[in-house]
């Protein structure tokens, strides 16, 4: 074979290949059908998320800016149907900030409206699971 015809069937494998491993993540999916009830009222959901493992029990944090005058969304969502997980928000000082938070089985929720333009502490955690370790995902949205 020609060398330029290798190089090209070379880029086309390459190219190729990330689709072959697609996968779905079904935490992240059940964040995002938490979403649906919120973006209906304008919430726009941001397509950065998070997605990990945790133990039962275990508890897990992400530091994110969250900016004066805006409302957030955060859901959490595990792909184990038997799982229990929650979800608060933290100032950088250490104090609880939620407006609004809801828990039902596999998933949970809380709002923030933040007082001033910072960084603050998304905490989940799975309370309850009946595998080793349980995937997680957290969604989020504002307006």
Do not use: C
């Not at 190219?15 to 304008?42: C, I, M, N, Q």
């Not at 933040?114 to 969604?139: C, E, H, M, N």
């Amino acid at each position: 074979m020609k060398p330029k015809l290798i190089r090209l069937l070379t880029a086309l494998f390459l190219s190729a290949t990330p689709a072959l491993h697609a996968v779905v993540d079904d935490a992240h999916s059940f964040a995002l059908e938490a979403a649906t009830p919120y973006v209906r009222k304008g919430f726009v959901v941001r397509e950065e998320h998070w997605a990990g493992w945790l133990e039962k029990g275990q508890q897990s944090s992400i530091e994110h800016q969250l900016f004066k005058g805006n409302q957030y969304w955060f859901w959490l969502a595990s792909d184990e149907t038997e799982a229990r997980v929650t979800i608060h928000v933290y100032d950088s000082g250490g104090r609880l900030v939620d407006a609004e938070a809801w828990q039902s089985g596999k998933t949970a929720a809380v709002r923030v409206t933040p007082k001033r333009t910072g960084t603050y502490y998304i905490v989940f955690s799975v309370q309850d699971t009946r595998l080793k370790r349980t995937r997680w995902a957290v969604a989020y949205g504002y307006k």
